[in-house]
């Protein structure tokens, strides 16, 4: 791993990490600002939950099937983030049908929303419903589900001290904006791409367990592009590179959530190199992953 370069703009990056998690945008990968950039209805932020959402199945078309994991859960609308990055909000229905792949609650019984936790990986059949995505059915696998509520009652006594850790943690990083930058791993992507190579995800578990061996290190997770294509495009797309990079941390490299800080897109602001040759900017197409302790608790 590298020292990073300069610390000014990742320091100003690092005020805005107060903010809620947002899973990234849904980009359509594209080589250059000449293709089309449809807009993607089902590309998520935020949860909004100030639109009432459309009961009527007989007038709606049929959507995408989303296959991820739910991320975020707010009354009747859930987030659910796929392998790449991408996230989409998916509403819940009384039409909706909710079940496990067997017979974990009986077979035949009709679930509940309650049974959809976060962190429990499923696969949606979605209705279009304008620009809202509607859920048909909603499928999970019963050990998945078994796993998730484990974590979410907190029954494993290693979650239960895993849970005061965090809050311990949590409680020492008050001042969120002052932290030492112990070491950068910068992973590279093709144009318009927001997959992972190989080379890539083999660099992020070794960073992540490194990183590990840093007592109270928090990773941020930064998305950049190179100059090609337009602002709105580029952002987007670094944001799914962000997006894609902390999934696989989390779900391949076993970095845990709490040890993550929200993730940014830079777009092309703050190059590493000129976007004036091939060279610099495939320099420029990267995800930087920083390893950061708060100065508070460095050295503790």
Same mark, same amino acid.
């Not at 796993?147 to 008050?174: C, D, K, P, V, Y």
């Given at each position: 791993?590298?020292?990073?370069?300069?610390?000014?703009?990742?320091?100003?990056?690092?005020?805005?990490?107060?903010?809620?998690?947002?899973?990234?945008?849904?980009?359509?990968?594209?080589?250059?600002?000449?293709?089309?950039?449809?807009?993607?209805?089902?590309?998520?932020?935020?949860?909004?939950?100030?639109?009432?959402?459309?009961?009527?199945?007989?007038?709606?078309?049929?959507?995408?099937?989303?296959?991820?994991?739910?991320?975020?859960?707010?009354?009747?609308?859930?987030?659910?983030?796929?392998?790449?990055?991408?996230?989409?909000?998916?509403?819940?229905?009384?039409?909706?049908?909710?079940?496990?792949?067997?017979?974990?609650?009986?077979?035949?019984?009709?679930?509940?929303?309650?049974?959809?936790?976060?962190?429990?990986?499923?696969?949606?059949?979605?209705?279009?419903?304008?620009?809202?995505?509607?859920? &048909?059915?909603?499928?999970?696998?019963?050990?998945?589900? !078994?796993? %998730?509520?484990?974590?979410? @009652?907190?029954?494993? =006594? +290693?979650?239960?001290?895993?849970?005061?850790?965090?809050?311990?943690?949590?409680?020492?990083?008050?001042?969120?904006?002052?932290?030492?930058?112990?070491?950068?791993?910068?992973?590279?992507?093709?144009?318009?791409?927001?997959?992972?190579?190989?080379?890539?995800?083999?660099?992020?578990?070794?960073?992540?367990?490194?990183?590990?061996?840093?007592?109270?290190?928090?990773?941020?997770?930064?998305?950049?592009?190179?100059?090609?294509? &337009?602002?709105?495009?580029?952002?987007?797309?670094?944001? !799914?590179? %962000?997006?894609?990079?902390? @999934?696989?941390?989390? =779900? +391949?490299?076993?970095?845990?959530?709490?040890?993550?800080?929200?993730?940014?897109?830079?777009?092309?602001?703050?190059?590493?190199?000129?976007?004036?040759?091939?060279?610099?900017?495939?320099?420029?197409?990267?995800?930087?992953?920083?390893?950061?302790?708060?100065?508070?608790?460095?050295?503790?």
């Amino acid at each position: 791993m590298r020292a990073i370069a300069t610390q000014t703009n990742l320091c100003a990056m690092i005020a805005v990490l107060t903010l809620p998690l947002a899973a990234p945008a849904l980009a359509q990968d594209a080589p250059s600002a000449q293709q089309a950039q449809p807009t993607d209805p089902a590309a998520a932020g935020p949860i909004n939950v100030d639109r009432a959402l459309p009961t009527d199945t007989a007038s709606m078309t049929p959507g995408p099937e989303l296959k991820g994991v739910i991320t975020a859960r707010h009354g009747d609308r859930l987030k659910v983030t796929t392998a790449d990055g991408s996230s989409s909000v998916v509403g819940i229905i009384p039409a909706t049908t909710i079940k496990a792949s067997s017979g974990l609650f009986g077979g035949k019984q009709k679930l509940g929303p309650e049974a959809l936790l976060n962190g429990l990986p499923v696969t949606v059949k979605t209705l279009q419903a304008g620009d809202q995505l509607i859920a &048909s059915q909603v499928v999970f696998r019963n050990n998945d589900f !078994k796993t %998730a509520a484990m974590i979410r @009652n907190g029954t494993a =006594q +290693q979650f239960a001290e895993q849970s005061a850790a965090t809050e311990a943690l949590r409680g020492r990083m008050a001042d969120i904006d002052k932290y030492n930058i112990k070491s950068t791993t910068n992973v590279y992507f093709d144009t318009g791409k927001a997959s992972l190579s190989p080379e890539a995800r083999a660099q992020l578990c070794n960073a992540a367990t490194q990183a590990e061996q840093t007592d109270n290190a928090l990773l941020l997770v930064v998305g950049y592009t190179d100059s090609v294509g &337009s602002d709105d495009y580029n952002q987007t797309l670094s944001e !799914k590179r %962000a997006g894609a990079t902390i @999934n696989f941390l989390q =779900q +391949q490299c076993h970095w845990k959530p709490w040890r993550m800080l929200t993730p940014t897109g830079m777009a092309k602001a703050d190059p590493a190199a000129s976007n004036d040759t091939p060279e610099g900017k495939a320099q420029n197409r990267r995800v930087s992953v920083n390893v950061l302790v708060s100065k508070s608790v460095d050295g503790i």
